[in-house]
């Protein structure tokens, strides 16, 4: 079977199994606003009611972080670039929220869309709460959050029994400063923390789970552009992540986690 035959077989199988699926989208109306999810980066994680957000929006206001084939999808929407990607050029979060508004007013069926899950890290309840206070109707569509699927598609399970009964998502952009989180108190769970926009910091974040009483042998991972082409991950301990992935010369987009499940990744490979 030529490549082309086989392209059209499958293509005419996905159609076939979206059609048993029986999935209706609602409609995006005029004035209306949906804050989405583009998933941690590959559009094979993009939901379906996303998809056919896409498809509807006149009007999408998208992060640095989605993929360029994503944004594709809103063929007939008007592309407005948010950024919000740390160390680069970005929309004010204020200004982010007013263009909202704006667009709505017009009349415009507006789709805001974000990395991972809006809800997650994404300042999507800041974005939901000036839409209500200004009496523009909006919808929530949930995405793939980076924090558990780059986990899944670099073999780490969030959850293992044996091992953890819970897993810890947080923020390290504000390591070292008056407006940080309590990394000790993190350490004390003895819990797997996995950690957004920490690159910058990776460590002093891993210098005050140490001292908070994590093990410097803890396993730690650093995993970039998850999902995407891109993508990278790096194994160590707590102790050596921060010189190993700078030796690496790794950057953001990336996530750190720390705790026994990164030790999985090897078990599932077969490796020793």
Request: hydrophobic letters at 50%; charged letters at 15%; glycine letters at 12%.
């Amino acid at each position: 079977m030529s490549g082309s035959s086989r392209n059209k077989g499958e293509n005419a199988t996905l159609e076939q199994a979206l059609s048993r699926l029986n999935f209706k989208p609602r409609p995006l109306e005029a004035g209306h606003v949906w804050l989405a999810g583009a998933g941690p980066g590959d559009p094979g994680c993009l939901t379906l009611e996303v998809l056919a957000a896409l498809a509807q929006a006149d009007a999408l206001v998208y992060d640095a972080l989605v993929s360029p084939d994503v944004v594709a999808v809103a063929a007939n929407a008007e592309l407005f670039y948010a950024g919000k990607r740390g160390g680069q050029p970005s929309m004010k979060q204020d200004d982010i929220t007013a263009l909202l508004v704006k667009l709505a007013r017009e009349g415009r069926r507006v789709v805001r869309l974000k990395g991972g899950d809006p809800y997650i890290f994404g300042r999507g309840g800041e974005e939901a709460l000036a839409l209500a206070r200004e009496n523009i109707p909006f919808r929530v569509l949930p995405g793939l959050t980076s924090g558990l699927s780059a986990l899944a598609a670099t073999g780490i399970p969030a959850t293992m029994r044996g091992i953890n009964k819970a897993i810890i998502l947080a923020t390290g952009h504000a390591a070292g400063t008056d407006d940080d989180i309590d990394w000790a108190a993190i350490a004390r769970t003895g819990q797997p923390v996995v950690v957004y926009m920490g690159m910058a910091n990776l460590p002093l974040i891993a210098a005050a789970l140490l001292d908070g009483g994590l093990a410097p042998s803890t396993p730690a991972a650093v995993i970039v552009a998850a999902t995407t082409p891109r993508e990278q991950t790096v194994v160590a301990t707590l102790a050596t992540i921060a010189e190993v992935a700078a030796a690496a010369g790794l950057a953001s987009p990336a996530l750190i986690v720390v705790g026994g499940i990164v030790a999985m990744r090897a078990a599932l490979a077969g490796e020793p």
